[in-house]
């Protein structure tokens, strides 16, 4: 050992209390899109039980049930759908989804919500101008109320539905991809022309 190391040595000594080595346990651990502990289900209970405490809309629905509509709703099932296996109207679950802030351009038939939300003539005025029922302008009206809300929040309840139900996607199908890639990669040049 040369005097520098030596040096070195001595220093590292005295500053871990005469330890020769310094180790720190290492535990395996699996990869995981998702960060938190908790699972889906909880994760979105909670999220839920915060818009309700913060916009105060009423449903019939219970948490529960807002947590199917939410799941449903990212896996791309209609109104109608949902509400068949909840027992439900279907008008329920989509006041139940514009109060999650789950709405989307399919909601509106590509109609120019914010003019219709500035818009002061009732209903009924509006939908001969546009050659509908005053029932669907209420909805746009509705589905415009709710983007509104959703902005006014950053889109930061949105976003946490899309992190939680969109990544648990994402990462099912991430791992379905790998798998099929290894696969492929494992058996990539063999030959498969085999007659038994």
């Known amino acids: ?11 590292f000594t005295s500053v871990t209390d005469g330890e ?32 309700r405490e913060r916009y105060g809309f009423e449903t019939p629905l219970s948490d ?3 947590r199917t ?4 709703y990212y ?9 068949e296996e909840l027992g439900v109207p279907e008008s329920t679950i989509f006041e139940a ?17 914010v003019a219709i939300r500035e818009r002061e003539e ?14 669907t302008i209420r909805r746009y009206r509705l589905v415009a109320a ?20 969109a990544d648990a996607d994402l990462a099912s199908r991430m791992a379905t991809d790998v798998r099929e890639d290894g696969l492929e990669d494992a058996t990539e040049g063999m030959e498969t022309d085999v007659s038994f």
């Open 1 to 11: 050992m040369n005097e520098k190391t030596e040096e070195l040595r001595d220093i």
């Open 146 to 165: 709710a983007k509104e809300e959703s902005r006014a929040a950053n889109d930061r309840y949105r976003d946490e539905f899309d992190s939680l139900l």
């Open 97 to 113: 989804r514009r109060a999650l802030h789950l709405v989307d351009e399919g909601d509106a038939d590509e109609v120019d919500l």
């Open 64 to 66: 529960d049930e807002l």
């Open 69 to 72: 509509v939410a799941k449903r």
């Open 20 to 51: 020769d080595t310094v180790t720190e346990s290492q535990e395996d651990t699996r990869g995981s899109l998702e960060k938190d502990e908790r699972t889906v289900d909880e994760r979105l209970g909670t999220l839920i039980h915060q818009m």
């Open 75 to 83: 896996d791309r099932e209609s109104d109608a759908t949902i509400a």
């Open 122 to 135: 009732d209903d009924a005025t509006i939908a001969t101008e546009y050659d509908v029922d005053p029932e």
